[in-house]
């Protein structure tokens, strides 16, 4: 089962011309598949604009669709004498 990601370009974000498109476009679509910024290349100021950029698609994507946050998971802790 292929899921279509869009690009930045389909989203109608334009990429800044002193970032390289393609490493920002790699960032773009890591952030949208979950992934997380854990190797030394995604340090790179092209990938984290595209990360960031895809985090913040998100987050307005999902308050379109009626999902402004996701539940915080409580831990409880109980004491009993």
């Given at each position: 089962m292929s899921v279509h990601y869009p690009t930045p370009e389909e989203v109608g974000l334009r990429i800044a011309p002193h970032l390289r498109g393609e490493r920002y476009r790699a960032g773009f679509r890591h952030a949208l598949r979950?992934?997380?910024?854990?190797?030394?290349?995604?340090?790179?100021?092209?990938?984290?604009?595209?990360?960031?950029?895809?985090?913040?698609?998100?987050?307005?994507?999902?308050?379109?669709?009626?999902?402004?946050?996701?539940?915080?998971?409580?831990?409880?802790r109980l004491r009993v004498r």
């Open positions: 979950g992934g997380q910024i854990t190797r030394s290349e995604h340090l790179r100021l092209s990938f984290r604009e595209g990360f960031r950029a895809a985090k913040l698609y998100l987050r307005e994507y999902r308050r379109g669709q009626g999902i402004v946050a996701f539940p915080f998971r409580a831990r409880v």
